[in-house]
């Protein structure tokens, strides 16, 4: 069996693994390593992709929410019937491997589809009810408070040099955070709640794949919870924008619904908040990431150039 996992020591516990893998009727002929919790299988008949949770009630969640969503890309059952597989401490269940490339929020196309695979998500899951496990809730403010929060305990070990820089971003940080809170955001959660209304929470590129018979299909629930489904299409938006010099003309030209939703203070002040900017150097210093602190100063740099104008227009505009 080839594996590209190389950490010492575990050779025995990655047998053990495929071990129990064969158990549940999955014969492993390579075994790939994306991620601590993510491995990609090949089999006899193909690939499968098998992920772990670290509690079986998370597991149990994603289980009931997929099956229910009935999308052909959902968990499947082990061969032998079984939901599950228990190793090092996870709680291992199997998908399909989607054949495809990820999305480029820079391209027209994959905006325009992307948003339509959003859509399309949150029409099926609205409504759906849970049994397992009470679900979470995403509330924006105390969300964008606490990224905001972290970000400012870490001021002290930011470069100095570039000081200018982080008081800016910290500044629209505040900014929208105040507007926000006289926002009737806990009023669209509550409506959200009671509607059963589901929002995927993590709408990266990474999370969008473009199949071989072009249909753009949604990955990754890991960060499912109930919500106003335009907590989702702000994030979109934030995302695409970073990614298109914030270009709001050209991104309301592909996707023209978005039209309707950036004539709502609340929408704007989101996407003032500087998400992107806080949860990349929130992840730098939890990881410690010390090597690639350049790469995360240009980012900035060019984010900060980049969205200044259009910040500077939507301050005019809504004050």
Known sequence: MK???????????????????HEKGIVVRALYRIK?????LKLKQGYKVIKGFHTKRKLLFQLEFTQKLAEAYCFELFPNGERYVVWNNYYWALMPYIYGNKVNFT?????????????????????????????NIRRLLPYYKFRF?????VQDDLPNRHSYMFKQVSQWGL?????????????????????????????????FIRTKENNIVIIDFDLVSLGPKEYDYLQLA????????????????????????????W?????????DIFREWNYFFRKRMWKQ???????????????????????????
């Open 149 to 153: 929060q972290n970000f400012m305990q």
């Open 293 to 319: 602190v350049d790469e995360l100063l240009h980012y900035t740099e060019q984010q900060l150039t980049a969205r200044l104008p259009f910040i500077k227009e939507c301050m005019h505009m809504i004050n």
């Open 107 to 135: 391209q027209p196309a994959d905006q325009m589809d992307t948003f339509q695979a959003l859509l399309y998500f949150h029409q099926k899951a609205s409504g759906i009810r849970l049994i397992e496990e009470v679900p």
């Open 3 to 21: 594996t590209n996992y190389n950490e010492r020591d575990d050779t025995a516990a990655i047998r053990l693994f495929v071990f129990l893998l």
């Open 267 to 275: 929408f704007i002040y989101g996407l003032i908040f500087p998400n």
């Open 238 to 265: 934030q995302r695409m924008l970073c990614s298109n010099h914030w270009n709001v003309e050209e991104l309301l030209r592909n996707i023209p619904t978005m039209q309707l939703l950036s004539e709502q203070h």
């Open 175 to 207: 900014y929208a955070l105040r507007k926000l809170s006289e926002e009737p955001l806990e009023k669209m959660e509550k409506q959200a709640v009671l509607d059963w209304q589901w929002i995927h929470g993590d709408v990266a590129h990474h999370n």
């Open 36 to 40: 601590f919790n993510l491995y990609v």
